[in-house]
């Protein structure tokens, strides 16, 4: 392995410290979650809420579930009341998933304490730094859905980055 290939590897596996720093550590969201909501399914909630209608298969895709797995992540907070499906009528095995009322709330909570946590992490920089920080970040995952192939129009935050 040479110095690059190294150093890339430290930094995907700083993206994921950075990641459970920053949103997946945040203790006041377990304050108004109902008991048995786990970081997967605050993760579907966020994820349906950018891509309301989704499918079933794409949200366990992007969420990287295997269907097995995200089923019953699903049948869960449908039955919690936060998500509805439905069957599309062109194809009645395809499963399209929206948040409800009930889900529309918790989750504009959810992202509330994750937006307080993320200033309260970055307000060490300056206001020119956060945005530095914001394109970088975002040019960085811009490279790496394009070495996954991955469209970026199909992908849930594109609105917020720009392509070359």
Avoid: W
Avoid at 87 to 97: C, G, H, N, S
Avoid at 109 to 136: G, P, Y
């Amino acid at each position: 392995m040479n110095q690059y290939e190294n150093e890339v590897i430290e930094l995907v596996f700083s993206f994921s410290h950075l990641y459970s720093s920053t949103v997946a550590a945040v203790p006041d969201i377990r304050t108004f979650c109902p008991d048995g909501l786990n970081d997967t399914h605050i993760r579907t909630l966020v994820f349906i809420d950018f891509n309301q209608g989704a499918a079933m298969t794409e949200i366990s895709r992007r969420l990287e579930l295997e269907k097995g797995s995200f089923t019953p992540v699903a049948k869960k907070l449908m039955a919690m009341g936060y998500i509805q499906a439905e069957k599309t009528q062109e194809d009645k095995r395809k499963v399209l998933l929206r948040l409800t009322p009930q889900g529309q709330a918790l989750t504009a909570q959810i992202k509330e304490v994750f937006a307080e946590n993320l200033r309260k992490t970055l307000s060490v920089l300056t206001a020119r730094e956060r945005r530095n920080f914001f394109n970088h970040i975002s040019e960085v995952y811009r490279l790496l859905l394009k070495v996954n192939r991955m469209d970026l129009s199909e992908h849930p935050y594109h609105k917020n980055m720009v392509e070359d």
